[in-house]
């Protein structure tokens, strides 16, 4: 059974640093996309950072520069690494890994999804 766990989550400062992981189990995904979706209440699941099986990356432009993705497939474990963090990035973030090689901003596109991990930032 595919497990996917996220933690690192927390209460925050405005311009504090997070960094989130994601620990993979019942399967490798090293040969995988990987990815993290965020939703904050009232509003829809928004694709935060994708990363594909060669490590090629993608971001939402509001965190271009802030975030960085990373993956340690020898781990099974992604990560996200959140700088500079704003109030707007107030959200419950996911993992999400893909069947597929490549990322996608689409929540469809993945298979597996962690339970979420709670980030606040204060202003």
């Known amino acids: 059974q595919v497990q996917l766990v996220e933690s690192g989550g927390g209460l925050v400062q405005a311009g504090d640093s997070l960094r989130l992981s994601c620990a993979a189990s019942?399967?490798?995904?090293?040969?995988?996309?990987m990815g993290w979706f965020r939703q904050a209440p009232g509003e829809e699941r928004e694709f935060v950072a994708g990363i594909s099986w060669n490590f090629d990356s993608l971001y939402v432009d509001s965190v271009k520069g802030r975030f960085t993705i990373s993956r340690d497939d020898a781990k099974n474990t992604l990560y996200l690494r959140m700088n500079g963090l704003k109030p707007e990035d107030t959200a419950v973030y996911y993992c999400?890994?893909?069947?597929?090689?490549?990322?996608?901003?689409?929540?469809?596109?993945?298979?597996?999804w962690g339970q979420g991990t709670q980030v606040t930032v204060s202003s």
């Open positions: 019942g399967r490798a995904f090293s040969s995988n996309a």
């Open positions: 999400a890994a893909s069947k597929a090689r490549i990322y996608s901003t689409r929540p469809s596109m993945y298979d597996y």
